[in-house]
């Protein structure tokens, strides 16, 4: 059975920064791409980051381009989310996502997998 | 970037009823496209892909059409457990991937 177990949800202040985590099993971790997603309360889905089955390719969305750092340790089947210069409107739920298809490095496909998410709360 | 529009944002139905949700590409995705089911306080998950293959374990009275630029989410009759908020993502070849804005379906 796939399971993607996040790190738990956090409060960090405007400006500071915080690393997310999604351990991975059930699959062979190395095989796929990996994708980060969030989720503001009661809005809709935005992607926000993804990381090739390799490492070999990032990519991100625009509003978080340049501030986050998606990576993933491939021998602990690990997911990363370095997130800094965090500001109010980062305030989401942030759910790591599976990508459906293997070995692809810089074409993406839809999530079969999703964890449970963590809220991160910027606030001061 | 490729921005995916779907309506209707709400959608008020009854049980038994059959629900239509529309979903619009920017530009062509072919057939790219995959449908989620989001519950209160749960992740999304995928109903759809490939705009009309059925995920397994999916009941039948889902269904997805299109191409192109427009593209259906049709639930034959509507179920208790399917009031939820559904959206519409595209996964165009070599292009960054995007959310519709929802659809809420609610009790009548």
């Known amino acids: 059975e796939v399971q993607l177990v996040q790190s738990g949800g956090v409060v960090v202040q405007p400006g500071g920064s915080l690393r997310l985590s999604c351990a991975a099993s059930g699959f062979t971790f190395d095989d796929y791409s990996m994708h980060w997603v969030r989720q503001v309360s009661g809005k809709g889905l935005e992607w926000v980051s993804v990381?090739?089955?390799?490492?070999?390719?990032?990519y991100y969305g625009d509003s978080v381009k340049g501030r986050f750092t998606v990576s993933r340790d491939n021998s602990k089947d690990i997911l990363y989310l370095q997130m800094n210069g965090l500001t109010t409107e980062d305030t989401a739920f942030y759910y790591c996502?599976?990508?459906?298809?293997?070995?692809?490095?810089?074409?993406?496909?839809?999530?079969?997998?999703w964890g449970l998410g963590t809220l991160v709360t910027v606030s001061s | 970037d490729i921005q995916m529009t779907q309506s209707p944002s709400t959608l008020s139905a009854s049980v038994g009823d059959r629900v239509t949700i529309t979903c619009r590409a920017s530009?062509?995705?072919?057939?790219?496209l995959a449908w989620y089911q989001q519950k209160p306080g749960k992740a999304p998950k995928v109903l759809i892909y490939?705009?009309?293959t059925l995920q397994s374990g999916v009941p039948s009275r889902f269904s997805g059409s299109g191409s192109g630029t427009e593209f259906t989410l049709t639930i034959s009759s509507l179920q208790p457990d399917d009031f939820a908020t559904y959206y519409c993502q595209q996964y165009n070849s070599y292009s960054l991937l995007s959310f519709g804005g929802g659809t809420k379906v609610e009790i009548k």
């Open positions: 490939k705009a009309s």
């Open positions: 990381v090739s089955w390799d490492g070999g390719s990032k």
């Open positions: 530009q062509s995705i072919n057939i790219w």
């Open positions: 996502a599976k990508d459906s298809e293997s070995h692809y490095r810089n074409s993406w496909h839809y999530f079969d997998h």
